[in-house]
Every structure is written in structure tokens, then in C-alpha cells.
């Protein structure tokens, strides 16, 4: 019968094996972590294949640029050349609002509480259109929206109003984003996918019918409010006129003391969270597209035709357009605030037009 001294001997001999064991397994699972992490540092596993589940979709329908085309283009990137961009991208579905018999009602009544009390006239089957004025702030207004979406664009005859135009009661920065909020607020529940904290102002002066940029507050009798969207799956989301978005509200003074709103779009489209994967150009396919004119020139504010391309990212375009899917573009910076889009998703998943 083995004895208290000998079990307790056993027992330090099965613990120390133990331990040494439990070591070598520790030690070993780090060796293959780092191993697995060299081995996808210089020879990383290939993605999945896109899974291009919508078949082939509708291109992105650039406008026509105000900007002349036809540039010379040098890169002086930080690398010097163009960067590997990713080699496929989600593609997010948009929500599409399904029609509704009440949805007239519902537009009008909520329009109501902004002053538009007479009927809306159609333009469309979804869109109309609401005139009103306002007594406080002596102006007409004229409301086209979509009844489905709550899309809309708000237009004033602000140019004609003395006391606007002259900057009187011209609110700060922050009251008038405030007012902005509150005016959104108004017509429609502000998006979650808002981030506020980008939210922009711009101070502006009246040139006849034109808005130009004011190069002081005490020159200023307009101030934009810009809302952006949240980045898109790590990726910046652009827009078709920056650095305006599509979710802009133009805001006044006047003789009374409630700031007025004396212009605004709203776009946006609300995402299903449903996306699928598709294939995507390279940056060198994009710039030649680029060269051949094949892009769409956002910004430049210079006057040469030599464009020095400083940055090259891929991005997310939100364009003013009625639209089932949200896209990927390859951007393209440089210098005098240039800005060019070209549309990354691969030409063979694109719908001949």
C-alpha cells in the first residue's frame, strides 16, 4: 500500500509534467499565431469572391460638370505613384418606399405646420408641390416633396426681402444650426446615420439672385448648414457639389426674431442594411478613365489645365438622385481644390445604357 510520502511524491511529479505541458501547448499556439500573421503579411489569403448578388446594376448618372475638362494630370502623391486600392467593395441597397393611399394626407398635414395650408398641386405621382407666406418673415415659399420620401426642396423669394438681404438679425454659427435642426425636425425625423458632429456652416453674402461666399460674418446675411452622412463601412461617403452635401439648410434674418429658413434641400436614402460584394477597378484603370474624361470633375478652383493629383482614395458617392443602391467611386484630389469621381464598380457588372 503506497504510503502518504510517496502519493504526495507522485503528485509534484504528475503537477510538474503538467505545468511543462500546459508551457510547450502556450508556447507552440503563439509560434503558430506568429506564423499565421507572417504568413498573411507577405503572402495574404485572397478575399472571397464577390458574391454580386444584385446582378448587374445601374452606373452612377454623373450630371454634366460646369467645369471644362480636357486637364493634363501629373501625380505627386506621397508615395509617388497610385495606391493599391481594394479589389472589391459592398454595395449597400437602399430602402425603397412602398406607395400608400394616406401618404398625400399625411405630406399635407405635416406640411400644414409649417405654413403651407393650401392644397399641394402634383407634378408627379409622388411629387408636389405647396405654396405659402409667412407674415413674420414677408416671405413666399414654394415646397416640392416627395410624399413617399420626404425628399424636398425649399425655395424662397429671400432676394427681394430688404431686411434679409441686408443681414439684419442675422443669427450666429450655432443658432442658426440650431434652427436648422429644428426645421428638419419639422418635416422629417433626422436620419441615425447623420453624424452631426460634421456638421458645417458657411457664411454667405446676396449677389443679386447668386449666393457667394462671405469673407466675414459682418458680411454675411445667409449661413448654409450642411448635414453629412456617416462614413460607410470605414470608407468616406462624397457628395456631387462639395463641400455641399445633399441635406443643406440656408438660414436668415430678418425683422423677426425667429431666424429664417430661406432655403434648403433634403435628400437622403434610408439603406435596407442588406449589401452585397462586387468587383472594382484599379486606381490605374480609374486614372485613365480620369484622363480620357470619362470622370466627373466635383471642384477646382483654379485656372490651369495641369491638375497635380495629391491623393487617391475610394469612397462611397451619395448623388442627388432617386436611387436603389449606393455606389463606390475612386476619388481623385489635387491641387486648387480639385476633386474628381470616377466610378469603381467594374464595367462588366454595370447595365449597358
Given amino acids: 500500500m503506497p504510503t502518504l510520502h510517496y502519493a504526495t511524491q507522485e503528485t509534484k511529479i504528475i503537477l510538474k ?44 448618372s454623373f450630371p454634366q460638370s460646369d467645369i471644362a475638362k480636357n486637364f493634363t494630370y501629373t501625380l505627386d502623391t506621397v508615395s509617388g ?14 430602402t ?57 426642396t425649399l425655395t424662397t423669394d429671400y432676394a427681394t426681402n430688404p431686411d434679409i438681404v441686408a443681414g439684419f438679425n442675422l443669427p450666429d454659427e450655432k443658432t442658426a444650426t440650431d434652427r436648422a435642426k429644428n426645421f428638419l425636425s419639422s418635416l422629417v425625423t433626422i436620419p441615425k446615420d447623420i453624424d452631426l458632429s460634421k456638421t458645417t456652416t458657411t457664411l454667405l453674402s446676396v449677389a443679386g439672385s447668386h449666393l457667394l461666399r462671405a469673407s466675414s460674418f ?31 439648410v440656408f438660414v436668415g434674418g430678418g425683422k423677426s426674431f425667429t431666424p429664417s429658413i430661406v432655403k434648403a434641400n433634403y435628400f437622403h436614402l434610408d439603406l435596407t442594411g442588406d449589401f452585397s460584394t462586387y468587383p472594382l477597378i484599379t486606381a490605374t484603370d480609374a486614372f485613365s478613365q480620369l484622363k480620357q474624361n470619362k470622370g466627373y470633375i466635383a471642384s477646382y478652383d483654379g485656372t490651369d489645365k495641369t491638375v497635380v493629383i495629391k491623393s487617391v482614395y475610394l469612397a462611397y458617392y451619395y448623388g442627388p438622385e432617386e436611387g436603389q443602391y449606393i455606389l463606390p467611386v475612386v476619388v481623385f484630389e489635387g491641387n486648387d481644390n480639385f476633386k474628381a469621381y470616377v466610378s469603381a464598380v467594374g464595367s462588366d457588372w454595370i447595365q449597358s445604357k
Fill in 81 to 94: 505613384g497610385l495606391p493599391q486600392l481594394p479589389t472589391q467593395a459592398r454595395i449597400y441597397k437602399g
Fill in 218 to 248: 459682418s458680411n454675411a446675411q445667409i449661413i448654409r448648414v450642411d448635414f453629412f452622412v456617416k462614413d460607410l463601412n470605414s470608407l468616406p461617403v462624397v457628395y456631387l457639389n462639395p463641400p455641399s452635401s445633399p441635406i443643406t
Fill in 96 to 152: 425603397l418606399v412602398e406607395p400608400n393611399l394616406l401618404a398625400l394626407k399625411r405630406a399635407q398635414d405635416k406640411v400644414a405646420s409649417l405654413g403651407f395650408t393650401q392644397q399641394g398641386t402634383p407634378i408627379t405621382q409622388t411629387d408636389y408641390l405647396f405654396q405659402s407666406f409667412d407674415p413674420n418673415s414677408k416671405l413666399n415659399s414654394k415646397l416640392q416633396l416627395n410624399i413617399l420620401s420626404y425628399n424636398f
Fill in 17 to 60: 509534467w503538467l505545468g511543462i505541458g500546459i508551457i510547450v501547448l502556450v508556447f507552440l499556439s503563439i509560434l503558430l499565431n506568429i506564423a499565421k500573421n507572417l504568413k498573411e503579411a507577405f503572402f495574404p489569403s485572397p478575399p472571397p469572391a464577390p458574391t454580386v448578388s444584385y446582378g448587374k446594376l445601374n452606373g452612377i
